[in-house]
Nanobody, 125 residues
């Protein structure tokens, strides 16, 4: 099993910034993840891809809606992944989830096996 714990959500004004963190851990017999990603689900919306990063390669992918505003980074030694969110917009309001996958660096939520509980991000106009 892989456990994911998100933190760093909260309230921000439009144009502001927030940094989300995700602490990942795994049980002894579970393979290490190949990528950690961020997804979000806004009020009345489907869960959508935000960003992902390859754990060994460092390759990153972003949703078009956040390109140029969000960055994703990782700390392999600490088993952490971060989402730096700048230029926040009210439409970024959502619960943000960290997710782990065992193969590749996919962008589809259905490819991710492990999920955190989520952290709320609210952006006021």
């Amino acid at each position: 099993q892989v456990q994911l714990v998100e933190s760093g959500g909260g309230l921000a004004q439009a144009g502001g910034s927030l940094r989300l963190s995700c602490a990942a851990s795994r049980s002894r017999n579970t393979a290490r993840w190949s990528a950690l990603g961020w997804f979000r689900q806004g009020p009345g919306k489907e869960r959508e891809f935000v960003a992902t990063i390859g754990w060994n390669s460092g390759v990153t992918y972003f949703a078009d809606s956040v390109k140029g505003r969000f960055t994703i980074s990782k700390d392999n030694a600490k088993n952490m992944v971060y989402l730096e969110m700048n230029g926040l917009k009210p439409e970024d309001t959502a619960v943000y989830y960290c997710a782990a996958v065992n193969f590749g660096v996919p962008v589809l939520s259905t490819d991710y096996k492990y999920w955190g509980q989520g952290t709320q991000v609210t952006v006021s106009s």
